[in-house]
Structures are given as C-alpha cells and as structure tokens.
C-alpha cells in the first residue's frame, strides 16, 4: 500500500484509501451487507459528514437528537447503537465546529450547501 500512495494512484485519509481524485465520498447505502461487514468504523468520516448533511438538507434543518439515525439510516444501518450514535455525532460536532452546520434550539441547520 505505501507503493502506491508513494506514487500517487490514492491518497491515504486517516486510515482509509482514496482514489486521488476523489474529493467527496458516495454516499453508500449498506443495508444489504453482511453484519461483520456493516460496521460504522469502516465508514470514512467524510462520508458519514456527507450523510449528516444529507439530512439536515433534506429536512431544512434537523433536531440534533435526531441526527444520528437519520444519517446512520441513509448509510444503510438500520439500528444506530451507542458506538454508531457516537461516531455520527463527532462528526456532527465536527461539521459544526468548522461551520457547515450551525446549532440553534436544538435543531441543525445547513450554513452551506452540501458537497455534490
């Protein structure tokens, strides 16, 4: 693998491999994967941020109670567990440190529009 990150054919993110020309993930529906391949640790931030996004936008705006099972449901996981809950809330947290999302009354809401 450092070959070809050393050559340039992907580029490594974190612990997930990117074609180089890659800037936005797809958002990949897993519902129909095998459970030990269904895992919330085998999705790259960048996509579950896609996915948050997603439904924030597809709902004007979204209680941030309700966040994480709105996205978990649009990456293919039908239940959203603690570790599920917790890594799409980092993410959540994330997006609205960098100020994609803003918080207000409990609800999140798109600053700026989604990657397409």
């Known amino acids: 693998m ?3 990150v050393s050559h340039g054919i992907v580029a490594r993110r974190g612990s997930f491999l990117w074609p180089k020309s890659m800037e936005t993930p797809p958002l ?10 269904k895992r919330i640790d ?4 960048e996509e579950i941020a896609l996915a948050v996004m997603v439904a924030v936008n597809s709902s004007c ?4 109670a309700d966040a994480p099972a709105e996205a978990a449901r649009l990456l293919g996981f039908g239940r959203t567990g603690h ?3 917790s890594a799409i809330g ?8 960098d ?5 207000s009354g409990g609800y999140l809401i798109a600053r700026r529009a989604q990657p397409t």
Do not use: F, Q
């Not at 705006?61 to 941030?64: A, F, R, Y």
């Open 99 to 103: 100020g994609a999302l803003e918080c």
């Open 28 to 37: 990949r529906d897993r519902s129909a994967m095998e459970p030990v391949e």
């Open 61 to 64: 705006g979204l209680p941030e």
């Open 42 to 45: 085998y999705v790259p931030p």
């Open 2 to 4: 450092k070959e070809i």
């Open 90 to 97: 980092i993410v959540a947290d994330e997006l609205v440190d």
């Open 83 to 85: 570790d599920i809950k």
